[in-house]
């Protein structure tokens, strides 16, 4: 539980770090996209990194929560470009699009730095 509440509040600084340091740069559509985008990456991994972490000792439970986490990045990323083109809204889709594949790579990237050490899986047998 720990190790969790440390990578929510490191992920949740690091997103509103960049978010912070890239509103300059927008228009209010596209501050609008970015906020939405670190929004909805940290929520996918915040479950992701959870479940990922209550099945760190089941060698396939494990490797099936990485492989569902990459799954339902895949999965949110598409949906979300589909939303984004389909609906129109006030949010620009080339901030949300680009915010929200950057703030999924990057906490997936910081995922592997807070589950080195932590991973022990029991051989079968």
């Not at 997103?15 to 209010?28: H, K, Q, T």
């Not at 490797?63 to 569902?68: C, K, P, T, V, Y």
Request: proline share 2%; aromatic share 8%; charged share 10%.
């Amino acid at each position: 539980m720990k190790r969790w509440l440390l990578y929510v509040v490191v992920s949740t600084a690091i997103v509103g770090g960049c978010v912070a340091g890239l509103r300059p740069a927008l228009n209010d559509a596209g501050d609008a996209g970015l906020i939405w985008a670190g929004g909805i990456a940290l929520v996918v991994q915040w479950v992701a990194f959870g479940l990922m972490l209550s099945l760190r000792g089941d060698g396939r439970g494990f490797l099936m929560a990485m492989a569902g986490g990459a799954f339902a990045r895949l999965c949110v990323l598409g949906a979300t470009g589909v939303m984004s083109t389909v609906v129109e809204s006030s949010v620009g889709a080339e901030a949300l699009l680009l915010g929200l594949a950057g703030f999924l790579f990057l906490l997936a990237l910081l995922e592997a730095l807070f589950m080195h050490g932590e991973t022990t899986v029991r051989q079968p047998g």
